[in-house]
């Protein structure tokens, strides 16, 4: 097993619902030929009124989507405490990554899809 075979790319978020947009970045990283680490904020408890969905719901959503991908270990769900940044020192071995979806996927936000009440998880 290589070194790339051994790490994953990181996805945090909160997934308020997971949507759309959020399902093309995991699968514009499984693209690429990485495995994917999904970090689901749990943050329903401290935050309510944005974050409707409780982590077990949202978990189960993404791992619904992805039952192929984690049950091949090439996608991992985990998580991870409220974030108030992402932050690292100098080069530790791994990058930064910026995926620029197209317009279609840009324009989906998961503010939008709750205010409108069409949300499925």
């Not at 970045?25 to 408890?45: F, T, W, Y």
């Not at 091949?72 to 769900?77: H, R, S, T």
Request: glycine share 4%; hydrophobic share 35%.
């Amino acid at each position: 097993m290589n070194f790339k075979e051994q790490r994953y790319s990181m996805y945090i978020g909160r997934f308020q619902p997971f949507h759309a947009g959020h399902e093309w970045c995991v699968r514009e990283m499984l693209s690429k030929g990485n495995r994917v680490c999904i970090a689901i904020m749990d943050i329903h408890d401290t935050e309510p009124d944005n974050n409707p969905y409780t982590y077990r719901e949202v978990f189960n959503a993404i791992s619904y989507i992805f039952i192929d991908e984690t049950n091949v270990g090439d996608v991992e769900i985990i998580k991870i405490p409220p974030i108030e940044s992402v932050n690292y020192g100098r080069e530790v071995g791994y990058k930064i990554i910026e995926h620029i979806p197209p317009d279609n996927i840009k324009k989906i936000s998961s503010t939008a899809l709750r205010a409108s009440n069409d949300t499925t998880i």
